[in-house]
């Protein structure tokens, strides 16, 4: 295969060395937050934002949707992100940069069509800590009734926020903790569960959650991956530490790639096992699970009562702490690197001098999950709501991370790489297109809602002569 065009010397996967390995300077930025995360660091923090215990949460409603077949849904939904984090990891290695498909499609493809692939990760990255927190309330009010959810709601909020404040270097040592105790709660379930169905609990081991002939079609299945893909979104935030990240620009797509194998092998080794252990599956999928029990449920058949209690109040740290830490983190990231193109209030950028990470972002992002939870938490749809939202804003982003593959490397560059450039892009971009018109329609009218609000801002922000400052742009 030949190698992509360039008037800048040899090429690395459609980049010039020194925009590969210098960052941010190279492209005209001042390089302000703290390089001091390893490949490890990204690793660990793609896995604590995926959650290897997330379906945990949503095992009921993923099991409905799908007619049972659960583990199917995952390994779709796995494969669909796979195609997605190879193009996270194509223009990670172009624009090492933080912002993730912000940047990407802002660099790749134009700055307006940038703005709006920020504008919708937006709806995923404001509304998925609100969202975390108010399941891990409820997950913990479910144990302790005498404390009310919006209690709970708060004293994530400020826990996480004072662990973002003290910087990268502290969260990920967090991460790291946090990580081992959910994969050792994990194993003890597997463990268990196995020793279960091999003494006759259950339903005994079969095929059915990866596939039933009586009730497979590609709708029941891809309308169910709409709702499993929210375990799958974190692997796409390691690309927000891009600034923080002090290996070359390749550890972000190996830390993407490896973070979302990893989660998605757990992920449908554990619904596997759950699946067969629910106590009652036709009316876990006539009926749904709207007390978010059903994994708990199949726990206790495992291990007994102890063993639910235990899944029940690991799902709550996991969500509530771990993974809303995190998602916090990213959101600030995504924040500032808009910020600092003019298309966010500027304050948001400000870093700081300390600590070296974007204080008032960190900030806003916990004010507004601290509104949406204790708000959603009065809502009887407050959680279906706001998953559907973040779920949307998530894979319409990823459709324009996908474009932007295409129109940077074999566009602009003219690269004959077919499969990385072209291939695993339009795959991509076919999978996720399917899966968004399969999702329910709520989501869907309400992401077009804000989909035109970004439109309608968009203009604003041209007329008004605040374009994207993407300073030197020596290799577009």
Request: glycine share 8%.
């Given at each position: 295969m030949s190698e992509p065009r360039t008037t800048n010397g040899p090429t690395l996967g459609?980049?010039?060395?020194?925009?590969?390995?210098?960052?941010?300077?190279?492209?005209?930025?001042?390089?302000?937050?703290?390089?001091?995360l390893s490949f490890s660091d990204l690793l660990v923090y793609g896995l604590v934002f995926m959650v290897p215990i997330a379906p945990f949460g949503i095992f009921g409603g993923v099991f409905q949707a799908s007619g049972g077949m659960v583990a199917l849904a995952y390994v779709v939904g796995g494969l669909a992100m796979a195609f997605t984090a190879a193009s996270y990891s194509q223009m990670s290695r172009a624009f090492p940069m933080a912002g993730s498909v912000y940047t990407y499609a802002g660099r790749g493809i134009a700055r307006?069509?940038?703005?709006?692939?920020?504008?919708?990760?937006?709806?995923?990255?404001?509304?998925?800590?609100?969202?975390?927190?108010?399941?891990?309330?409820?997950?913990?009010?479910?144990?302790?009734?005498?404390?009310?959810?919006?209690?709970?709601?708060?004293?994530?909020?400020?826990?996480n926020t004072i662990v973002n404040y003290f910087g990268i270097e502290f969260t990920a040592r967090v991460n790291k903790i946090v990580?081992?105790?959910?994969?050792?709660?994990?194993?003890?379930?597997?463990?268990?569960?196995?020793?279960?169905?091999?003494?006759?609990?259950?339903?005994?081991?079969?095929?059915?959650?990866?596939?039933?002939?009586?009730?497979?079609?590609?709708?029941?299945?891809?309308?169910?991956?709409s709702i499993a893909v929210l375990s799958f979104l974190g692997f796409d935030a390691i690309s927000t530490l891009a600034e923080e990240n002090r290996d070359s620009a390749r550890s972000l797509g190996k830390a993407m790639i490896g973070a979302l194998v990893l989660a998605g092998t757990l992920f449908v080794v554990q619904t596997w096992v759950a699946a067969l252990l629910v106590p009652d599956p036709d009316t876990l999928i006539a009926e749904g699970d709207a007390a978010g029990t059903a994994f708990y449920d199949a726990a206790e058949v495992a291990g007994g009562a102890w063993l639910g209690t235990l899944t029940a109040v690991a799902t709550a740290i996991a969500w509530g702490f771990a993974n809303s830490l995190v998602a916090q983190a990213a959101t600030s990231r995504l924040l500032f690197a808009m910020a600092?193109?003019?298309?966010?209030?500027?304050?948001?950028?400000?870093?700081?001098?300390?600590?070296?990470?974007?204080?008032?972002?960190?900030?806003?992002?916990?004010?507004?999950?601290?509104?949406?939870?204790?708000?959603?938490?009065?809502?009887?749809?407050?959680?279906?709501?706001?998953?559907?939202?973040?779920?949307?804003?998530?894979?319409?982003?990823?459709?324009?991370?996908?474009v932007s593959v295409v129109v940077h490397y074999v566009g602009r560059l003219g690269s004959r790489n077919w499969w990385l450039h072209l291939v695993v892009p339009v795959v991509g971009f076919a999978i996720l297109a399917y899966v968004v018109y399969n999702a329910q329609v709520a989501a869907q009218e309400l992401g077009f809602v804000w989909f035109a609000i970004g439109i309608v801002l968009l203009v604003f922000l041209l007329a008004t002569g605040r374009k994207p400052e993407l300073k030197t742009e020596e290799n577009l």
């Open positions: 459609g980049v010039t060395p020194a925009a590969s390995e210098q960052g941010v300077e190279s492209f005209g930025y001042k390089q302000e937050l703290k390089r001091s307006p069509v940038g703005f709006i692939a920020g504008w919708m990760v937006l709806l995923d990255y404001l509304l998925i800590p609100g969202l975390l927190y108010l399941i891990s309330g409820f997950a913990m009010n479910s144990i302790v009734p005498g404390v009310p959810v919006w209690i709970w709601v708060v004293a994530f909020v400020v826990l990580l081992v105790a959910e994969l050792v709660v994990l194993a003890v379930f597997l463990v268990l569960g196995v020793v279960a169905l091999s003494s006759g609990e259950g339903r005994g081991w079969d095929l059915s959650p990866i596939y039933d002939a009586d009730t497979f079609s590609l709708e029941l299945v891809f309308g169910a991956v600092r193109d003019r298309q966010l209030p500027s304050f948001l950028a400000t870093v700081h001098p300390v600590r070296r990470v974007p204080v008032n972002a960190t900030f806003l992002v916990a004010a507004i999950s601290l509104a949406l939870g204790i708000y959603m938490s009065t809502r009887d749809d407050g959680i279906t709501l706001l998953s559907t939202l973040v779920n949307f804003g998530a894979l319409s982003a990823f459709l324009l991370l996908h």
